[in-house]
T-cell receptor, first 113, second 113 residues
Framework: AQSVTQLDSHVSVSEGTPVLLRCNYSSSYSPSLFWYVQHPNKGLQLLLKYTSAATLVKGINGFEAEFKKSETSFHLTKPSAHMSDAAEYFC???????????FGAGTRLFVKA | DAEITQSPRHKITETGRQVTLACHQTWNHNNMFWYRQDLGHGLRLIHY???????NKGEVSDGYSVSRSNTEDLPLTLESAASSQTSVYFCATRPTRGTGELFFGEGSRLTVL
């Protein structure tokens, strides 16, 4: 069975400090993994994706994520938070080229000035 | 640029009325999806289509229907709106071949009074 667990429902950081949003997955197949961001009253936008190439994936706006098969994790990081990063972030697992897509419950990121 | 257009963006209706939410895409993707987003539930799949004349039920399809007469459009119909269907609805598309990445519209907020 496939599943996605985002370990924190809310994360609060100060502007200029690092961001870590945690995601664990379970999959019987080789998955594709994604992080999406959703700003208020907007649709989901792709931040980055892992598709069995390099395990360290760089995305937009300075975000990156590392695929760790041994830990079944795909945590999202950013060295320095910006106020504009405040949003909801979704970790997503896709198998067989998208035949099945599973969304995490989301992590809301708050950025304090 | 290719895009996904949802309309209306906001709608208020009464219990028992029929409502149709439109989704129009210019990505030329065969795969189209409708999700609803609710606090505490994340994104849940309502219906999906893998091509013209193809429609399938998702995990929360009761009270909803879709039809696919062309590649560009997948309208979502609520036959008899209920207060439990108050939600934000997202249309998404995905290319037939690829990594499973989804492309999202900006959402339609529906309130059923």
């Amino acid at each position: 069975a496939q599943s996605v667990t985002q370990l924190d429902s809310h994360v609060s950081v100060s502007e200029g400090t690092p961001v870590l949003l945690r995601c664990n997955y379970s999959s019987s197949y080789s998955p594709s993994l994604f992080w999406y961001v959703q700003h208020p009253n907007k649709g989901l936008q792709l931040l980055l994706k892992y598709t069995s190439a390099a395990t360290l994936v760089k995305g937009i706006n300075g975000f990156e994520a590392e695929f760790k098969k041994s830990e079944t994790s795909f945590h999202l990081t950013k060295p320095s938070a910006h106020m504009s990063d405040a949003a909801e972030y979704f970790c997503v697992v896709s198998i067989t080229g998208g035949f099945k897509t599973i969304f995490g419950a989301g992590t809301r990121l708050f950025v304090k000035a | 640029d290719a895009e996904i257009t949802q309309s209306p963006r906001h709608k208020i209706t009464e219990t028992g009325r029929q409502v149709t939410l439109a989704c129009h895409q210019t990505w030329n993707h065969n795969n189209m999806f409708w999700y609803r987003q609710d606090l505490g539930h994340g994104l849940r799949l309502i219906h999906y289509s893998y091509g013209v004349q193809d429609t399938n039920k998702g995990e929360v399809s009761d009270g909803y229907s879709v039809s696919r007469s062309n590649t560009e459009d997948l309208p979502l119909t609520l036959e008899s709106a209920a207060s439990s269907q108050t939600s934000v609805y997202f249309c998404a598309t995905r290319p037939t071949r690829g990594t499973g990445e989804l492309f999202f519209g900006e959402g339609s907020r529906l309130t059923v009074l």
